[in-house]
């Protein structure tokens, strides 16, 4: 909805109170001070995240087979449910970094995201290292029975 003001060769958006504000000026008048803030803020940001980080997490890699420790509530119950698989991807990195666990559950695969960060992971665990040549292994969504093993990295 927007209308050409005519001679002035900016355009005006449909405003509810009539008042017509041009991008130059807009952008001119704040810069210095949009700016500014960002930085902070971004600053902030960092710190915040910085705050929420887990420190005790193992290094997973692509391949590894883990086990991750997963806070279920049931009522007003809370225990930890262990999910073990093969991490098929990994993405993203500081607070919202996740991976991606594949495993076989009654001959059907199941694949769970988890935040690695989130308080809903209780603990995490390597059981074995994987030895692939991929960044994701989504390949093995189409594999079956032994053809989903993946080789044993024995120097990490």
Known sequence: MAADSGDTGTT???DTNGLASTKDKDHVSLA???LRSRLSASALIREFEAAQQKADLPDIYVGDTIRVGVRISEGNKERIQPYEGVVISK?????????TVRRIF?????E???????PQVASIKVERRGKVRRAKLFYLRDR?????RVKQRFDR
């Open 12 to 14: 005006q958006l449909g």
């Open 32 to 34: 210095g001070t949009n």
């Open 91 to 99: 993405r993203n990195g500081g607070l919202s970094e996740t991976i």
């Open 106 to 110: 009654q001959g059907i695969g199941v």
């Open 112 to 118: 769970r995201v988890f935040m690695l960060h989130s």
């Open 144 to 148: 079956v029975g032994k053809a989903t």
